[in-house]
């Protein structure tokens, strides 16, 4: 192994598991801003992003930083398929939005992504009342799974 592996490694290890927790969640956060800019700008989500966040949750989990284990990871990403399919399906919620909740629910297993969907709704909510008050009919959905969660964040990290 060369070097800069035998350091990127050490450096890896010497880090304690609520730190990479906390850097893996930011590295997502970091994601679903890049999509809410994206939503912003043309109502439409990279691939790339859902795919990154899902990434990310695999490999946390695999490594034992999540917290949580792979079965639970995989239930969360089932359940996210679950409601953001129905949502897609049923809602008029838009594919990418969709992939992005079944992203978040590999990263936080099905009790967190109960969480991320409570907050969605309530910032979701927020932002069809403002579309309504603008008069507008469709409207970037991204900010409120950011919000959504923001809040999931907010709450993990009183516990």
Same mark, same amino acid.
């Given at each position: ?16 598991g609520?730190?990479?927790? @906390? $850097? ?7 994601l ?15 691939n ?16 034992g ?6 079965? $639970?990871?995989?239930a ?13 399906r ?10 992005l909740?079944?992203? $978040?629910?590999? $990263? /936080? ?19 069809s009342?403002?579309?309504i008050?603008?008069?507008q009919k469709? @409207?970037? @959905?991204?900010p409120a ?10 709450l /993990?990290?009183?516990?």
């Open positions: 192994m060369s070097e800069c592996h035998e350091w990127f490694w050490d450096l890896i290890s010497e880090l304690n609520t730190t990479v927790l @906390y $850097l893996t969640l930011t590295v997502a956060l970091l679903l801003l890049i999509a809410t800019v994206c939503d912003f700008r043309t109502r439409e989500i990279p790339w992003i859902s795919v990154a966040i899902a990434l990310v949750a695999i490999v946390a989990s695999s490594a930083w999540l917290g949580i284990g792979f079965p $639970l990871i995989i969360g990403g089932a359940l996210g398929f679950l409601v953001g399919y129905s949502l897609f049923f809602a008029q919620l838009g594919g990418g939005d969709a992939k909740i079944a992203a $978040l629910g590999l $990263l /936080v297993g099905p009790v967190g992504l109960l969480i991320v969907l409570f907050g969605m709704a309530i910032a979701g909510g927020i932002l009342l403002i579309a008050w603008r008069n469709d @409207y970037a @959905y991204v799974i950011a919000a959504g969660f923001v809040w999931y964040l907010g /993990v990290s009183q516990i």
